[in-house]
Protein backbone atom coordinates (compact mmCIF):
# COMPACT_ATOMS: atom_id res chain seq x y z
CA UNK A 1 0.00 0.00 0.00
CA UNK A 2 1.28 3.26 -0.69
CA UNK A 3 2.07 6.07 1.61
CA UNK A 4 -0.28 8.32 -0.02
CA UNK A 5 -3.35 5.04 0.52
CA UNK A 6 -2.10 4.70 4.04
CA UNK A 7 -2.64 8.61 4.70
CA UNK A 8 -6.15 8.67 3.05
CA UNK A 9 -7.02 5.54 4.30
CA UNK A 10 -6.09 6.58 8.70
CA UNK A 11 -7.77 9.93 7.51
CA UNK A 12 -10.98 8.43 6.69
CA UNK A 13 -11.21 6.27 9.57
CA UNK A 14 -9.96 8.90 11.86
CA UNK A 15 -13.34 11.17 10.24
CA UNK A 16 -15.65 8.53 10.86
CA UNK A 17 -14.48 7.37 14.61
CA UNK A 18 -15.33 11.18 15.01
CA UNK A 19 -18.71 11.12 13.07
CA UNK A 20 -19.41 7.95 15.75
CA UNK A 21 -18.23 9.56 18.85
CA UNK A 22 -19.79 12.86 18.09
CA UNK A 23 -19.90 16.13 19.47
CA UNK A 24 -19.30 15.02 23.05
CA UNK A 25 -15.42 13.21 22.24
CA UNK A 26 -14.50 16.44 19.93
CA UNK A 27 -15.49 18.91 22.84
CA UNK A 28 -13.78 16.57 25.53
CA UNK A 29 -10.64 16.58 23.37
CA UNK A 30 -10.98 20.63 23.24
CA UNK A 31 -11.12 20.81 26.99
CA UNK A 32 -14.71 21.97 26.85
CA UNK A 33 -18.03 20.43 29.18
CA UNK A 34 -19.96 18.37 26.49
CA UNK A 35 -22.96 19.13 25.86
CA UNK A 36 -26.03 16.69 26.34
CA UNK A 37 -27.17 14.67 23.83
CA UNK A 38 -30.55 15.57 22.39
CA UNK A 39 -32.91 12.64 21.63
CA UNK A 40 -35.91 13.75 19.71
CA UNK A 41 -39.20 11.74 19.51
CA UNK A 42 -41.68 11.78 17.12
CA UNK A 43 -45.51 10.77 17.66
CA UNK A 44 -48.34 9.20 15.20
CA UNK A 45 -48.82 10.19 11.40
CA UNK A 46 -45.36 11.34 11.41
CA UNK A 47 -41.88 9.95 11.60
CA UNK A 48 -38.35 11.26 12.79
CA UNK A 49 -37.63 13.43 9.64
CA UNK A 50 -40.56 16.00 11.01
CA UNK A 51 -37.42 17.01 13.75
CA UNK A 52 -35.24 17.69 10.61
CA UNK A 53 -35.09 21.40 10.46
CA UNK A 54 -34.88 21.73 14.69
CA UNK A 55 -32.43 18.76 14.36
CA UNK A 56 -29.82 20.85 11.89
CA UNK A 57 -30.53 23.92 14.27
CA UNK A 58 -29.03 21.84 17.03
CA UNK A 59 -26.68 20.24 15.24
CA UNK A 60 -24.70 23.39 13.93
CA UNK A 61 -25.17 24.68 17.57
CA UNK A 62 -23.00 21.62 18.27
CA UNK A 63 -25.30 18.95 20.04
CA UNK A 64 -25.27 15.53 19.29
CA UNK A 65 -28.86 14.32 18.43
CA UNK A 66 -30.47 11.59 17.95
CA UNK A 67 -34.29 11.17 16.32
CA UNK A 68 -34.90 7.40 16.78
CA UNK A 69 -37.84 5.67 15.26
CA UNK A 70 -41.57 5.55 17.61
CA UNK A 71 -42.66 1.96 16.84
CA UNK A 72 -46.15 3.32 17.58
CA UNK A 73 -47.83 0.05 18.65
CA UNK A 74 -48.68 0.76 22.36
CA UNK A 75 -47.81 2.83 25.45
CA UNK A 76 -46.02 0.35 27.05
CA UNK A 77 -44.11 -1.44 24.39
CA UNK A 78 -42.71 2.31 23.05
CA UNK A 79 -41.65 3.48 26.43
CA UNK A 80 -39.69 0.05 26.83
CA UNK A 81 -38.30 0.72 23.54
CA UNK A 82 -37.19 4.43 24.01
CA UNK A 83 -35.99 3.51 27.24
CA UNK A 84 -33.54 0.67 25.30
CA UNK A 85 -32.42 3.07 23.32
CA UNK A 86 -31.44 5.84 26.04
CA UNK A 87 -29.17 3.56 28.07
CA UNK A 88 -26.81 3.01 24.68
CA UNK A 89 -26.37 6.83 25.30
CA UNK A 90 -23.67 8.50 27.11
CA UNK A 91 -23.61 11.71 29.05
CA UNK A 92 -26.52 13.78 29.77
CA UNK A 93 -29.28 13.61 27.90
CA UNK A 94 -32.58 15.82 26.86
CA UNK A 95 -35.52 14.49 25.27
CA UNK A 96 -37.76 16.42 23.12
CA UNK A 97 -41.09 14.86 22.42
CA UNK A 98 -44.01 15.96 19.78
CA UNK A 99 -47.70 14.34 20.10
CA UNK A 100 -48.34 11.28 20.94
CA UNK A 101 -44.21 11.26 21.64
CA UNK A 102 -44.72 13.01 24.75
CA UNK A 103 -46.38 10.04 26.36
CA UNK A 104 -43.43 8.00 25.70
CA UNK A 105 -40.95 10.09 27.23
CA UNK A 106 -42.84 10.64 30.32
CA UNK A 107 -42.55 6.68 30.18
CA UNK A 108 -39.60 5.75 29.30
CA UNK A 109 -37.06 8.72 31.23
CA UNK A 110 -38.90 7.55 34.15
CA UNK A 111 -35.73 6.71 36.82
CA UNK A 112 -33.61 7.33 34.20
CA UNK A 113 -30.51 9.45 36.15
CA UNK A 114 -29.31 10.73 32.95
CA UNK A 115 -32.37 12.27 31.40
CA UNK A 116 -32.03 16.51 32.85
CA UNK A 117 -34.66 18.11 31.02
CA UNK A 118 -37.81 17.04 29.20
CA UNK A 119 -39.24 19.41 26.49
CA UNK A 120 -42.90 18.83 24.86
CA UNK A 121 -43.39 20.13 21.91
CA UNK A 122 -47.78 20.46 21.27
CA UNK A 123 -47.23 16.70 23.22
CA UNK A 124 -49.22 14.65 25.70
CA UNK A 125 -47.65 14.79 29.09
CA UNK A 126 -50.19 12.63 31.06
CA UNK A 127 -50.18 11.41 34.89
CA UNK A 128 -49.94 8.24 36.42
CA UNK A 129 -53.38 5.96 35.14
CA UNK A 130 -54.17 8.59 32.10
CA UNK A 131 -54.74 7.78 28.97
CA UNK A 132 -54.31 9.90 26.25
CA UNK A 133 -58.24 9.54 25.98
CA UNK A 134 -58.35 10.63 29.46
CA UNK A 135 -56.40 13.68 28.86
CA UNK A 136 -58.25 15.06 25.67
CA UNK A 137 -61.50 14.95 27.38
CA UNK A 138 -60.71 17.53 29.81
CA UNK A 139 -61.22 20.22 27.02
CA UNK A 140 -63.06 20.49 24.23
CA UNK A 141 -61.99 21.26 20.96
CA UNK A 142 -60.05 18.26 19.00
CA UNK A 143 -60.80 17.82 15.60
CA UNK A 144 -58.74 14.54 15.78
CA UNK A 145 -62.07 12.44 16.35
CA UNK A 146 -62.80 8.98 14.73
CA UNK A 147 -64.53 10.58 11.99
CA UNK A 148 -61.09 11.99 10.18
CA UNK A 149 -59.17 8.30 11.22
CA UNK A 150 -59.08 5.17 8.14
CA UNK A 151 -58.42 2.87 9.99
CA UNK A 152 -57.03 -0.60 8.61
CA UNK A 153 -56.88 -3.69 10.70
CA UNK A 154 -53.55 -5.65 10.90
CA UNK A 155 -52.40 -9.06 12.56
CA UNK A 156 -54.80 -10.93 15.07
CA UNK A 157 -56.78 -8.48 16.42
CA UNK A 158 -55.32 -5.19 15.99
CA UNK A 159 -55.91 -2.00 14.46
CA UNK A 160 -54.33 1.02 12.94
CA UNK A 161 -54.90 4.53 12.62
CA UNK A 162 -54.48 7.11 9.78
CA UNK A 163 -55.97 10.47 9.44
CA UNK A 164 -57.85 11.01 6.50
CA UNK A 165 -56.35 12.78 3.35
CA UNK A 166 -59.40 15.34 3.17
CA UNK A 167 -58.89 16.25 6.37
CA UNK A 168 -54.72 15.96 6.73
CA UNK A 169 -53.81 19.66 6.24
CA UNK A 170 -56.69 21.12 8.13
CA UNK A 171 -56.32 19.34 10.99
CA UNK A 172 -52.62 18.21 11.22
CA UNK A 173 -50.51 21.07 9.21
CA UNK A 174 -52.51 23.64 8.68
CA UNK A 175 -50.27 26.61 8.64
CA UNK A 176 -48.16 24.47 6.02
CA UNK A 177 -48.12 23.93 2.46
CA UNK A 178 -50.71 21.36 0.79
CA UNK A 179 -47.57 20.42 -1.22
CA UNK A 180 -45.90 19.38 2.11
CA UNK A 181 -48.96 17.82 3.53
CA UNK A 182 -49.86 15.70 0.50
CA UNK A 183 -46.40 13.90 0.95
CA UNK A 184 -47.02 13.91 4.88
CA UNK A 185 -50.36 11.93 4.95
CA UNK A 186 -48.96 9.91 1.99
CA UNK A 187 -45.91 8.68 4.22
CA UNK A 188 -47.47 8.99 7.77
CA UNK A 189 -46.83 6.04 10.03
CA UNK A 190 -49.77 4.85 11.69
CA UNK A 191 -50.16 4.11 15.38
CA UNK A 192 -52.19 1.06 16.77
CA UNK A 193 -55.70 2.42 18.29
CA UNK A 194 -54.78 0.78 21.58
CA UNK A 195 -51.90 3.67 22.23
CA UNK A 196 -55.26 6.36 22.94
CA UNK A 197 -56.81 4.13 25.96
CA UNK A 198 -53.23 2.48 27.52
CA UNK A 199 -52.82 4.36 30.98
CA UNK A 200 -49.46 6.44 31.29
CA UNK A 201 -47.27 5.09 34.01
CA UNK A 202 -45.08 6.92 36.89
CA UNK A 203 -44.60 10.95 34.71
CA UNK A 204 -41.14 11.50 34.69
CA UNK A 205 -41.58 15.26 34.83
CA UNK A 206 -42.76 14.90 38.63
CA UNK A 207 -39.11 14.39 39.04
CA UNK A 208 -37.65 15.90 35.96
CA UNK A 209 -37.63 19.77 35.07
CA UNK A 210 -39.99 20.08 32.11
CA UNK A 211 -40.56 22.57 29.50
CA UNK A 212 -44.01 23.00 27.11
CA UNK A 213 -43.82 24.70 23.39
CA UNK A 214 -48.05 25.27 23.58
CA UNK A 215 -49.11 25.26 20.19
CA UNK A 216 -51.81 27.51 19.79
CA UNK A 217 -53.94 26.76 16.87
CA UNK A 218 -53.46 23.36 17.82
CA UNK A 219 -56.50 21.31 16.31
CA UNK A 220 -55.68 18.12 17.67
CA UNK A 221 -54.24 18.68 20.96
CA UNK A 222 -56.34 22.08 21.78
CA UNK A 223 -53.88 24.88 23.57
CA UNK A 224 -56.37 24.92 26.30
CA UNK A 225 -55.56 21.14 27.11
CA UNK A 226 -51.73 21.98 26.20
CA UNK A 227 -51.53 24.59 29.08
CA UNK A 228 -53.21 22.38 31.66
CA UNK A 229 -51.20 19.74 31.26
CA UNK A 230 -47.92 22.19 31.48
CA UNK A 231 -49.33 23.88 34.28
CA UNK A 232 -49.35 20.43 36.25
CA UNK A 233 -46.26 19.11 35.24
CA UNK A 234 -44.75 23.23 36.18
CA UNK A 235 -43.06 23.60 32.74
CA UNK A 236 -41.45 26.51 31.75
CA UNK A 237 -43.88 27.73 28.62
CA UNK A 238 -43.56 29.08 25.52
CA UNK A 239 -46.10 29.73 23.05
CA UNK A 240 -46.22 30.04 19.62
CA UNK A 241 -48.28 30.29 16.60
CA UNK A 242 -48.22 27.16 15.48
CA UNK A 243 -50.66 23.86 13.99
CA UNK A 244 -49.77 20.79 15.58
CA UNK A 245 -46.78 20.12 14.11
CA UNK A 246 -44.76 23.17 15.76
CA UNK A 247 -41.58 21.65 15.23
CA UNK A 248 -42.34 21.53 11.47
CA UNK A 249 -43.58 25.45 11.34
CA UNK A 250 -41.82 26.88 14.17
CA UNK A 251 -38.09 25.22 13.96
CA UNK A 252 -36.36 28.01 15.52
CA UNK A 253 -38.70 28.66 18.57
CA UNK A 254 -38.59 25.19 18.63
CA UNK A 255 -34.54 24.22 18.92
CA UNK A 256 -34.44 27.67 21.11
CA UNK A 257 -36.35 26.17 23.54
CA UNK A 258 -34.54 23.10 23.52
CA UNK A 259 -30.88 24.60 23.78
CA UNK A 260 -32.95 26.47 26.87
CA UNK A 261 -33.23 23.01 28.70
CA UNK A 262 -30.28 21.84 28.05
CA UNK A 263 -29.02 24.79 30.07
Known amino acids: MTTTRRTLLAGSVAAATGAV ?18 VLVHGAFADASGWNDVAARLIRAGYPVVAPANPLRGVASDSAYLASVLATLSGP ?14 NAATGNPAVKALVYVAAFAPDQGESLLDVQAKFPGTELTEAALDFRPYGEGHVDGYI ?6 DVFA ?13 TQRPADVRTLGE ?3 APAWKT ?9 DDKVIPAATQRFMAQRAGSR ?5 ASHVAM ?16
Open 21 to 38: LGAPAAQAHAGHKPKPTV
Open 93 to 106: LVLAAHSYGGIVIT
Open 164 to 169: KQEVFH
Open 174 to 186: GDLRTSTTDLMWA
Open 199 to 201: PSG
Open 208 to 216: VPSFYLVAR
Open 237 to 241: VREVR
Open 248 to 263: ISQPAATAELIERATR
